[in-house]
């Protein structure tokens, strides 16, 4: 049997996430629709042999409740929430809860970074696992050079795929290929990990006892039960023929920040194009609206028939879309109301905002740059003809002029 184990983090975590992740744990911020969890989960769904899925991190447990219970029933595994008492590091926390992990005696345990958006080949990394032997294998994406420092930076051996060497967001260049946060391991991971708890234990004693700490600046605050999987694990098991990679050609991106959910929403919404067509709007029927490209509209949305959305456009439940308006490239979330004639392009619409006739909320769609798409955190009133450029709107604000590269406080 197999388990999985995705990494939730918590909430003194994903403060980049903000205004956003003010309102909800930003695992469950919707893109295309579903929560940002969602898509790795579903992607377990294809691993055979599958026992169970656990989500670990440390927010509130009735904050993952009622997605774990709906997920697991219509998922058919179950899906249970760990709670952690205080963060313990990728590794710790995997570590934490090895006694329930191992329950069922796996084989094999995948984990996967909640903040990741990709096609997860999960079956095709198990089965390249299985050739390969060891205790791990990382999934891997080539990126362009210049952005490479923002991930673990690795070299593998192009003929057997060995992982030789990684080193954790390096200052200086060292390879294009990285780490992409989705791992399949053998229980042995558990034993690696202890081995470095073990390790920073003796330091410790040593360290009580002699002036030590000085040769080991970079380990010296952190507690003995906090391991890092990337810096801790993967470095010094590189090169020993314990840790194998297995590229990915299809798409992968990091979801830090609210411009990337953005990109990341269509992503997924493409990915759906393929997969589950059903989910996307088609636009038929006499009473539909114009949709073009890859769209997603909750059920309980009222989109007037004379509006025009898409592409990348995914709208959450109870949202109303008033005649004649124009949305691209944006996610509208519960509750809001967007009025006649209203443009929204490049943006991401709050719980319960409104967007007043005539205006226009708009970003100019650089997923990457800070004032690049526009945000309305929740219950923000735009009124009537108000233009609302490249700028961040924190919760239950009511603009009655223009902005433009502002963040509203
Ligand atoms: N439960 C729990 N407890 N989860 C945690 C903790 C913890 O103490 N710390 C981090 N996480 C979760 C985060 O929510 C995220 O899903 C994942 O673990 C990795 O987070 P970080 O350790 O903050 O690393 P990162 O996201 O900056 O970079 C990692 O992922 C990149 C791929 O997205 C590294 O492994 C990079 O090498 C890699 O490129």
């Known amino acids: 049997e197999v388990v999985a184990v995705i990494m939730v983090g918590g909430p003194t975590k994903g403060t980049r996430f903000r205004p956003l992740s003010l309102n909800i ?47 697991s029933n219509e998922l058919k595994v179950p899906v ?15 570590y934490n809860f090895r006694d329930l992990i191992m329950e069922d005696s796996p084989s094999h345990i995948f984990l996967l970074n909640c903040d990741v958006c990709c096609s997860f080949p999960l079956p095709e990394m198990l089965e390249a696992h299985r050739r390969y032997g060891g205790i791990g294998t990382l999934l891997v994406i080539k990126v362009s050079a210049e952005s490479a420092n923002q991930f673990g930076e690795l070299v593998a051996d192009p003929v057997t795929n060995e992982l030789l060497h990684y080193t954790e967001k390096p200052e200086t260049f060292v390879s294009d290929r990285i780490n992409c946060g989705v791992y399949v391991f053998t229980p ?14 003796d330091r410790a004693n040593l360290r009580r006892v002699s002036s030590f700490e000085a040769l080991q600046p970079a380990t010296r605050s952190l507690p003995t039960d906090f391991v890092r999987l990337d810096q801790d694990i993967l470095s010094p098991l590189a090169g020993k023929k314990q840790l194998y990679t297995y590229e990915t050609m299809d798409f992968w991106e990091q979801i830090k920040t ?35 490209g890859d769209v997603y509209i909750h059920p309980s949305a009222k989109i007037h028939p004379t509006a025009k959305i898409g592409p990348n456009v995914s709208i959450s439940a109870n949202a109303r879309i008033g005649a004649g308006a124009r ?3 944006c996610i509208i ?20 905002s409104s967007v007043g006739t005539w205006s226009r909320v708009q970003g100019q769609g650089d997923y990457n740059a800070k004032l690049g798409i526009t945000i309305l955190g929740e219950a923000v009133t735009v009124e009537d003809e108000v233009v609302v450029i490249n700028s961040i709107v924190l919760p239950n604000k009511t603009l009655n002029v223009s902005v433009q590269e502002e963040i509203i406080l």
Request: charged content about 20%.
């Open 25 to 71: 744990p930003k695992p469950l911020f919707p893109l295309a629709g579903q929560p940002m969890v969602h898509h790795p989960i579903s992607a377990c769904k294809r691993i055979p042999n599958l026992a169970r899925i656990f989500l670990i991190g440390f927010y509130e447990e009735r904050e993952f409740a009622l997605y774990v219970s709906a997920i």
């Open 80 to 94: 249970r929430y760990l709670k952690e008492d205080k963060p313990h590091g990728s590794a710790g926390g995997l």
């Open 188 to 201: 042995d991971i558990f034993t690696a990990i202890r081995n470095v708890s073990t390790q920073r234990k």
């Open 333 to 352: 979330l519960d509750d809001v109301e967007v009025k006649e004639n209203a443009v929204v392009i490049h943006s991401i619409v709050g719980w319960k």
């Open 327 to 329: 949305l691209i490239s």
């Open 258 to 292: 609210p411009g990337m959910s953005l990109k990341c929403s269509g992503l997924y919404l493409s990915q759906f194009r393929h997969t589950s067509p059903n989910i996307l709007a088609s636009g038929d029927g006499t009473k539909a609206p114009t949709i073009s």
